[in-house]
């Protein structure tokens, strides 16, 4: 087993950032305009580096599977973006965000990640207002902020209900700037299949153009993953349709570590599973709960005829109403992190006290803060958020309490990266929710537009140079390279392998079946016995898969099945890695919850002492066990506790 | 709220393989839809069902399903996004339809956005729209605190509201002229009306009108249609601040 090397620079961790950009090289503008850099995804990581990158003068090649970059999957963040500019007068410092971050990922992230995240978080607010990103404003005309859950301060920074859109589109202009010089190269609806590694470095990617159907070769210095999360593994999540975990699976073929992969976020209040036929999950944003009191009825005999429709939520008096947040975590009471209250949720409905048919929902309810504030207000805060529940559940929130369930959002693991958020492959680089750095076990909300813009503007500018100070003399690599003839042959026989199949399943139908073992076995509580039956059936899953898929329509052209069919083949093999992570982390800590370490309230608990490391994992070939390596966490500044929110 | 099954429901629907080959409809059956699922989760069945059947399942955009990021698109009965106001063909629900209905799904008709396949069409002329001005031109790091600037809460939710803006290209779909003046203006407007973004306004109107003129979208002919489809409600308003800021754009030369 290797001993990783993260790279956290020596010293005290308020000085580690700014020692460390005094140290690491800086490339010229005359050289950097000899240096290509490929940006793959443009959501708010991969477009904030490619604007970022392209105005100091790098070359840059962007790609998106999308039709424009503005439709990457930070566009569907809600709620907002948290930055410790103390605005609020509310004590908020750099270091209490690192600490809430620290802690709300429970003790299992890198310090000196975080509090770097935290020290840059300003920069982002004052870049986006620059930008034009119209956040939300006082009458004064100073910006207005919000709470978000696990924290006890007013630091997120928003524009109503719509911060990513807005965010992105700021990225997205400065972007598309840049396209109109010339300095970015654009690629929309072409798909990362492989990466091409020449001198053991990375020197290319390998796509498949959407439109044409052709495979195509890119050529670069350095090659940047910023490609999202791979919540879709479990087909029902948050995520967008075509989220694909395809970019860092290549990654992690071709030999980068792939980090906590079992850490998955499941967001607490999303609206819940109407039946057989749905297709995705919707979000209600967290800030929400700024305003919202989640409850379930107290006595079983009114969930009862809640859940036979006999009964409405007005119909149940205050008494009778179980503000289970507020009653187990006076504290934080409504705003508890969002692991501890999907959990929660959970425990409610497993004991038979859930509201709709199935018993999978609990309310948030805006009645008291519409009493109290005013149903104007209200509307102000959420407008949007009521509108798109009320035309999905066709119930008024104004009237009625929103149900809500948890669901799978967002995922810690990804691709492991070093301090420079470079893999352990040279000029590889993962950034945003694509590596696994920041978030630990549990990410806090509004915290992953802060890492994907933190990643993209301020961190992988800077550090990237460092590597490609190396480079100058490297010249551009040829198409016709053997690895580029090498990978594409590859890449062509995977798609052949998929499409000659002819088999008489639709891909659908195999990721729901994955899907579902998923969220069963590898979802909010696992143990022992499920992941290994979860490792069974994937396994039978899989083969199924490559013996009874059925592609229809042409190879060599648009082909959606064909996409489709080379994501679940990815998310087949991901999941797999998945359980094998959660069965390796015997203890629970942030989203992973192993039955088998629970505190005596229900609570996850850690252990510290066996499992303050990051799982690191190498590919050892198709159906071969991969290998673990550990990066031990060491923690100079903060004490480890059992995390509290009571 | 209670769903109800539609029992059977006809779709007809534009096939088209490429954007060279010759359209047309096809209709095909398909039952028992609960009221309570999507139009689009109605699709992916339909489709499921083709699958089966050996048939190539019909192509349409769409991504996130939560009426924000745009790709979506379709003429559903004629209207763009179908019968229903202010969201996007991924949030209509089949509530919205009786049983028995024929329903017809066409993709976006402009010229500016041609059929790649089936219902979905290339929209990179709004990219370009976008890539001549609709920025501030400023580089990453450099800037002034957050709260340099202070901007008045109207402003910024009038700036907000044009910002809101998916780039779905409805309003385009819906122009019988092919304007592409609500899309251009709600952008110019959201820049304009912050104080960052007054800086270049006019140079920022002239070279989009510009290139929108050159990319083959029509003239606005003040009918509306556009704000009434609009998944958005992006206003018209936006419209008339734009020809403010062209207007101003010419004069100064």
Known sequence: ?646 | MADKILKELTIKVWRQKNAKAKGKFESYKISDISTGTSFLEMLDILNEQLINDGIEPIAFDHDCREGICGMCSLFIDGRAHGPDDDITTCQLHMRKFEDGATITIEPWRAGAFPVIKDLIVDRTAFEKVLQSGGYISVNTGGVPDGNAIPISYDDAEEAMDAAACIGCGACVATCKNSSAMLFVSAKVSHLAKLPQGRVEATRRAKNMVAKMDELGFGNCTNTGACEVECPKGISIANIARLNREFLSATIKG
């Open chain 1, 1 to 646: 087993m290797t001993v990783l090397n993260s790279k956290i620079p020596a010293g005290p961790l308020a000085e580690k950032w700014s020692k460390h950009k005094a140290a690491i090289k800086v490339v010229s503008p005359a050289n950097k305009r000899k240096l290509d850099i490929i940006v793959v995804g443009t959501g708010l990581a991969g477009g904030s580096a490619a604007a970022s990158l392209a105005e100091m003068g790098y070359n840059v090649k962007a790609f998106c599977y999308q039709d424009s970059g503005r439709r990457a999957h930070s566009i569907a963040a809600q709620g907002g973006i948290n930055a410790a500019k103390n605005y609020q007068n509310d004590n908020d410092s750099i270091y209490r965000l690192f600490y809430d971050t620290i802690k709300g990922g429970d003790y299992r992230a890198r310090e000196g990640n975080v509090y770097r995240l935290a020290e840059v978080s300003g920069d982002i607010i004052d870049q986006c207002v620059a930008q034009g990103v119209p956040f939300a404003r006082e009458y004064g005309g100073t910006l207005s902020n919000r709470s978000f859950g696990g924290v006890l301060v007013s630091r997120t920074f928003y524009a109503r209900g719509q911060t990513g859109q807005q965010l992105l589109l700021g990225c997205y202009a400065s972007m598309n700037r840049m396209i109109g010089q010339g300095k970015i190269e654009m690629h929309e609806r072409n798909e990362m299949l492989d990466i091409v590694i020449a001198d053991g470095k990375a020197r290319g990617i390998i796509t498949r153009n959407l439109v044409t159907g052709e495979v195509e070769r890119h050529g670069a210095h350095a090659v940047v993953i910023a490609t999202g999360g791979y919540g879709n593994v479990f087909f029902l999540s948050t995520n967008a349709m075509g989220c694909n975990g395809g970019a860092a699976w290549q990654a992690y073929k071709n030999g980068a570590y792939f980090g906590n992969p079992c850490f998955v976020q499941i967001h607490p209040t999303c609206i819940p599973v109407h039946g057989e036929q749905q297709s995705k999950l919707t979000l209600m944003s967290e800030s929400l709960r700024n305003d919202g009191r989640v409850w379930t009825p107290k006595k079983k005999e009114d969930a009862i005829k809640l859940q036979k429709g006999e009964m409405g939520p007005n119909d149940i008096a205050d008494e009778d109403r179980d503000f289970y947040l507020e009653r187990r975590y006076p504290s934080y009471g409504n705003l508890v992190p969002r692991d501890v209250a999907s959990r929660a949720a959970k425990e409610r409905c497993d004991a038979g006290f859930g509201v709709n048919a199935e018993g999978k929902a609990v309310y948030l309810d805006f009645k008291y803060s519409i009493e109290r504030l005013g149903r104007d207000v209200i509307e102000a805060r959420y407008g949007n958020l009521f509108q798109m529940y009320e035309k999905i559940t066709d119930v008024n929130p104004y009237n009625e309490p929103m149900q809500i369930y948890p669901a799978i959002h967002y995922s810690m693991g990804g691709v492991w990266v070093d301090y420079n958020l470079m893999t352990n492959i040279p000029g590889l680089y993962a950034i945003g929710e694509a590596n696994f750095s920041d978030h630990g076990g549990n990410r806090l909300g509004a915290s992953a537009l802060m890492q994907g813009l933190a990643d993209g503007y301020f961190i992988l500018p800077y550090t990237i140079g460092d590597y490609l100070a190396d480079e100058i003399q490297t010249p551009r690599i040829e198409l016709n390279h053997p690895e580029f003839e090498k990978k594409e042959k590859a890449v062509q026989e995977r798609l052949e392998r998929l499409y000659n199949v002819k088999g008489d399943k639709s891909v659908d139908s195999f990721h729901k079946r994955l899907g579902n073992i998923m969220w069963d076995y590898v979802g909010m509580a696992r143990n022992e016995k499920g992941l290994k039956f979860a490792i069974e059936e994937i396994a039978k899953i899989k083969a199924d898969f490559y013996k009874n898929v059925r592609i229809p329509g042409d190879f060599d052209a648009m082909n959606i099945e064909l996409e489709k069919a080379g994501r679940v083949a990815d998310f087949l093999e991901l999941g797999d890695l998945m359980a094998r992570d959660a069965l390796n982390r015997k203890e629970s800590c942030g989203g992973h919850y192993r039955e088998e370490s629970v505190t005596e309230e229900g609570e996850a608990k850690r252990d510290d002492d066996n499992f303050t490391f990051v799982s690191a994992w190498e590919y050892q070939g198709e159906d071969k066990d991969p290998i673990l390596h550990k990066e031990d966490l060491v923690f100079e500044t903060v004490e480890l506790t059992q995390r509290s929110y009571k």
